[in-house]
């Protein structure tokens, strides 16, 4: 079976920050770059997020362009792709936008999680457990038996570390924007972990490009 080609997407501070920590979203990136996000959504066939991105940042995850949407209708595809949601504990809120916009949702969880998943979402989304813990290879197993080729990872830290960790990781589109931070309790792009390779393990830089005032980096980690 074929797993997805995944791509983490993020966007960070010069100080390696993806928020400021605060109640309210502070947004990093600028006008070209979601723009550009908005590109690289309408490629994917799926996206997935944590339940922890999903309750701080109330996201739709949607192609916004109409042009993009109706490229990818003219190409067989759903007008967006699938919304994947991960929780180890079920912890879902289904008043949020993630699960009442946009077209097919898919939740990821434990034997343990189900339960309680089920009974916020299950309307809404199919849930499917993992065993006693979330692995991500049998994640990708399962999105590759749906079909999906390409599978977009939008966060937050602990996903793009789990991801990392496990070696899953074949793309990594870093925005930074040109601004510090510099407050310890913000979120980092990721936590600590013992990633294959350690610090001596040098990822492949592709591409730098300019979008505004931000530059964007994409990282092939396992080049």
Do not use: C, Q
Not at 145 to 160: K, P, Q
Not at 172 to 200: E, Q, S, T
Not at 202 to 222: C, I, M, N, Q, T
């Amino acid at each position: 079976m074929t797993r997805p080609y995944v791509l983490l997407s993020v966007a960070v501070s010069v100080d390696g920050y993806i928020d400021d920590g605060r109640a309210e979203r502070f947004p990093l990136s600028n006008a070209e770059d979601f723009d550009h996000v908005d590109r690289v959504r309408a490629e994917s066939d799926a996206i997935l997020v944590g339940a922890g991105t999903i309750r701080r940042d109330d996201p739709r995850l949607l192609v916004n362009s109409p042009e993009r949407r109706a490229a990818r209708v003219a190409g067989g595809r759903s007008e967006h792709p699938l919304k994947v949601a991960v929780t180890g504990t079920g912890d879902l809120d289904p008043d949020r936008r993630f699960w009442r916009h946009g077209g097919d949702k898919l939740v990821y969880t434990t034997d343990s999680g189900r339960t309680r998943a089920v009974t916020a979402v299950g309307a809404l989304a199919e849930v499917v457990a993992l065993g006693p813990d979330v692995d991500f290879g049998v994640l990708l197993d399962d999105l590759g038996g749906r079909g999906v080729e390409r599978l977009m990872v939008e966060g937050g830290g602990t996903i793009h570390t789990a991801f990392l960790a496990a070696g899953l990781a074949d793309e990594i589109r870093m925005a930074v924007a040109p601004m510090l931070i510099g407050r310890d309790a913000a979120p980092r792009f990721v936590n600590p972990a013992p990633f294959p390779g350690g610090p001596a393990r040098r990822f492949h830089l592709e591409e730098v490009s300019r979008l505004g005032d931000v530059a964007v980096l994409r990282y092939f980690p396992k080049a």
